[in-house]
């Protein structure tokens, strides 16, 4: 397999063992798309992103695999008390991550998290939903 695939698949294994806030159960997709009825219940939705393949020294390579990690779910009111839980739970999702190597896939360094957009404005205002992306960065030398 290839191996951003591995890495997206080791971050799936390891946010469904881990204990969160709320329960998740999160899934590998290439092209998440969902009816907007599904989205009533909480989606973890884990996508390859990026890779940047560079020299690392005279015998190998270096290369940056990046990963988004999706958190999102329809709400009833825009009130804090709906959201505040889903924008905690993306902030546990990165603090499980930093700074770890993926049990599954131990070759891959953990490089950085971002959160560039906390949350999609626009989900919220036509959809109604929370949608939450962070994206893992991992080198893995070849």
């Not at 390891?14 to 998440?32: C, D, G, K, W």
């Not at 205002?125 to 929370?130: A, K, S, T, V, Y």
């Amino acid at each position: 397999m290839a191996v951003i695939t591995d890495i997206a698949d080791a971050i799936v294994a390891e946010l469904n063992a881990a204990m969160f806030s709320q329960p998740i159960t999160a899934v590998r997709h290439y092209l998440p798309q969902f009816d907007l009825k599904e989205m009533q219940t909480l989606h973890v939705t884990v996508v390859p992103k990026a890779v940047v393949l560079a020299s690392s020294d005279r015998s190998r390579g270096q290369g940056d695999y990046s990963v988004d990690v999706a958190v999102q779910k329809k709400f009833e009111t825009e009130a804090n008390v709906e959201l505040d839980p889903l924008m905690n739970l993306a902030e546990e999702i990165a603090d499980h991550f930093r700074a770890k190597r993926l049990a599954s896939y131990p070759n891959a360094a953990w490089i950085k998290t971002e959160q560039s957009v906390l949350y999609a404005p626009e989900h919220i205002d036509e959809l109604r939903q929370f949608t939450g992306v962070l994206t893992f960065t991992y080198r893995v030398l070849r």
